[in-house]
């Protein structure tokens, strides 16, 4: 009986999995072909990616050919990539664009990387420390340990915390919150020798961010909050743009022109 209804929620999840991501790739595409054009930039954009080549992770994981044909794209269009700190800090200009990572996960190495060095583009990446403990069988083989992001602090790349356990800030009480910004920061500084003072809302949309936890982050030291959705994101945060598995040459250029600006996922209105 237990095993019945395991399948049965299995089954389900899957089930919703596919009708949300068939609902996101039409809200993709109609938003491509009917959102107006925005107003013309005036500062950089943040691009959000998760993994390069981990197709458990759904609607959130970019193939390598895309990526790459992504970022040549940008570059063909006259685009500048610059660290996503520098747009954070500066706002950047109208044709700057910046790459980060939510996650930490394992192809950002092995996958994404070589890319970005191939094209000489900086970028950063989030962690979930209690993932990069790789307690769990799914995160030693899917999620970055503490060696590998070593060494990739050592060559360059930005990291900050992306909370302790990927929580949703919306939705939980301001301890706990607290507890997930101190354990995050506090590991990262054990495992890697500095207390980042940068951080990625996870889920990163309007509704997974309030004043308290806003409040808490920065008082514990994260100076730089990181969210999504560029008009829709909460006050006093920096915008990211989400890029997702299903943003052709097509898509991948609305999400340039600002086609996205007041999307988020199951939420959007023009």
């Known amino acids: 009986m237990k095993q019945a209804v395991k399948k049965l929620v299995q089954k389900t999840g899957l089930r919703r999995q596919h009708i949300e991501a068939a609902r996101m790739y039409g ?3 109609a938003l491509a072909t009917v959102a107006p054009f925005r107003r013309p930039r005036r500062q950089g954009r943040i691009l959000c990616y998760h993994s390069v080549g981990q197709p458990e992770f759904g609607v959130n994981d970019v193939s390598p050919a895309r990526f790459r044909r992504q970022l040549e794209l940008a570059l063909e269009l006259g685009y500048r990539f610059v660290a996503p700190a520098e ?8 044709k700057d664009l910046a790459v980060s990572f939510d996650d930490a996960l394992k192809s950002v190495l092995t996958k994404a990387d070589p890319i970005l060095r191939d094209l000489g583009i900086p970028y950063s990446i989030f962690i979930v420390s209690e993932w990069s403990e790789q307690k769990l069988d799914w995160q030693k083989s899917g999620v970055l340990g503490w060696d590998e992001l070593a060494k990739m602090a050592a060559d360059g ?3 900050g915390s992306h909370s302790a356990t990927h929580r949703d800030f919306g939705e939980i009480d301001i301890e706990r919150a607290k507890d997930e910004f101190e354990l995050s920061r506090r590991t990262i500084e054990t495992r890697l020798g500095f207390a980042p003072d ?3 809302i996870p889920f990163g949309q309007s ?3 309030n004043e308290e936890a806003d409040k808490a982050a920065r008082e514990i030291g994260y100076s730089t909050i990181y969210a999504q959705a560029e008009e829709t994101r909460p006050p006093g945060t920096i915008p990211r743009t989400f890029v997702t598995h299903f943003d052709d040459d097509r898509l991948f250029k609305a999400v340039l022109r600002g086609a996205y600006d007041r999307w988020e996922e199951w939420t959007w209105t023009y």
């Open 27 to 29: 809200e993709r595409h």
């Open 87 to 94: 747009i954070a800090r500066t706002g950047g200009r109208e």
């Open 157 to 159: 790349v930005e990291l």
């Open 198 to 200: 940068s951080f990625a």
């Open 207 to 209: 509704r997974n961010w």
